[in-house]
Structures are given as structure tokens and as C-alpha cells.
């Protein structure tokens, strides 16, 4: 039988990537090789929380740069992540997923309230765990809300799902000679600026040493390969590694 290199791990998912090429609200497939993928990890037995962006319908710091309210612009972010987590649970409860959602802020017509107790006794269960509407409050991002939650529930991996396949030392985008960085350590990427995660995030990650592997979900079977240890995309983590580049 595979065995998996980790017992509990809490993935985090753009709400870009949700959209893939549309670049805009869910490309079908996307959410379909997401649901695909995480069955496949709970299958050998890993607890898994997830927690989604909202970035494919609404971002708080656009709106807030048009002249909205900031508070007000965060809030809707989150609702747009209550939309985005209930599009996952459609798709995994499709692939016979058992998922419940639990958000910080009460709709419960639609979701759980989010109570730590509650969400390890889901993940025990066999349960996949979704995480909606950030932290409840405005001015936190969702990576926050990701290595907060990953905290709460002792999980032991936060892996960063995105449209790219690790951190560069630059945008592969626009500079054709970028290098991919393998390693980092948590230090290396507030000093360096690198954009893993905002700075208060990466900081909560590196005070209850939560490693962070940032990876490609477009390509599916990424996430059964890093549950199984193999080296894909960019690590960060507390050592004093080599850091060094592809």
C-alpha cells in the first residue's frame, strides 16, 4: 500500500487557479482535476483542510483602491470565498468526497460555523475540510487564514496550490531567465520579498514551523506526489538549506 510522507495537511488554493484560463469566476476542469486529486490523498488516509482565495471573483485590495471602504471591500473578498469553497464541495462530493464547509462568518444555510473542535473531528472522521470566509475579519489575507488554521488543527504541511510551479527569483512571466528556487527558508522569503506568502502569514508559519511547498496544481498529480515526498516546485521551511535554483 502507498503510504503518505504526512498524516494532516491543509492545501491552499488561489482563487486564480480556480479559474485557470478564463482568468475570471471557474474553469470546470480545473475543479473537477482538484476534486480528482485530493481523492486520491484521502484515499491512502491523509487529513485534509483546504482553504480557497477569492481572487477569481473579487479582491479586497482592488476594490479598496477604487475609493471602497477597505473593511467593506475585505468583507465581500470573503463572501466570494464562501462562493469558491461551496464550487469545491459540488466537485468533490461529485467524486464521492465526503467535504464539509465551515466558515468564519454564519450562513448557516450553507455552511458550518467554524469551530476548531468541530473541524478536527471532520478531519478524524475522513472528511475533507473547507475553510471559507478568511478569518472573519478584514485586513488578513487568505494565506493568513491558511497558516492560522493550519496551526488550530496541527497540520503538518501547508501546501500553496498555484498556476505556477514554485517561487522564482524573479517573474517567469516577463523574464524568460528566471530561476526557480528548490529551497527557502522563512527568513529568505520576508527578506527577499518573494510574494510566497504576505508577511504575516510567513511569520505564523515560521513560529509553529509549518513547512510550506509551493507547487503547480494545472498539472494533476501534483498533490499525491508532494504527499509522497517527491521534490516538485519551491520548500520552505526553517533550516538553514543551500538555496539553490533550477
Known amino acids: 500500500m502507498v503510504k503518505s510522507k504526512y498524516k494532516r495537511v491543509v492545501i491552499k488554493l488561489s482563487g486564480e487557479a480556480l479559474a485557470g484560463e478564463l482568468g475570471y469566476g471557474y474553469e470546470s476542469k480545473i475543479l473537477e482535476s482538484i476534486a480528482r486529486q485530493v481523492k486520491e490523498i484521502a484515499e491512502i488516509g491523509v487529513e485534509i483542510a483546504v482553504v480557497v482565495g477569492g481572487g477569481n471573483i ?13 473593511a467593506t ?25 465526503a467535504t464539509r464547509v ?3 462568518i454564519e450562513m448557516r444555510q450553507v455552511a458550518e460555523p467554524y469551530i476548531r ?4 473531528r471532520h478531519l478524524e472522521k475522513g472528511r475533507v475540510v473547507i475553510f471559507a470566509a478568511g478569518t472573519g475579519n478584514p485586513y488578513f489575507s487568505t494565506d493568513t487564514t491558511a497558516a492560522l488554521r493550519a496551526a488550530e488543527i496541527e497540520a503538518e504541511l501547508i501546501l500553496m496550490a498555484k498556476k505556477v510551479d514554485g517561487v522564482y527569483d524573479s517573474d517567469p512571466k516577463k523574464n524568460s531567465q528566471a530561476k526557480r528556487f528548490t529551497e527557502l527558508t ?14 504575516t502569514a510567513t511569520s505564523l508559519c515560521m513560529d509553529n514551523h509549518i513547512p510550506l511547498i509551493i507547487f503547480s496544481i494545472l498539472e494533476e498529480g501534483n498533490i499525491k506526489k508532494v504527499i509522497l515526498g517527491e521534490k516538485i516546485g519551491t520548500i520552505v521551511g526553517r533550516e538553514n538549506n543551500e538555496r539553490s535554483c533550477t
Open 58 to 70: 473579487w479582491r479586497g485590495v482592488s476594490g479598496s483602491s477604487r475609493g471602497m471602504d477597505r
Open 186 to 199: 522563512y527568513i529568505d522569503v520576508l527578506n527577499k520579498g518573494l510574494g510566497v506568502m504576505d508577511s
Open 102 to 104: 465551515l466558515t468564519a
Open 117 to 120: 473542535r468541530r473541524a478536527i
Open 73 to 97: 471591500a475585505d468583507y465581500m473578498g470573503m463572501l466570494a470565498t464562501v462562493m469558491n469553497a461551496l464550487a469545491l464541495q459540488d466537485a468533490m462530493e461529485r467524486e464521492g468526497i
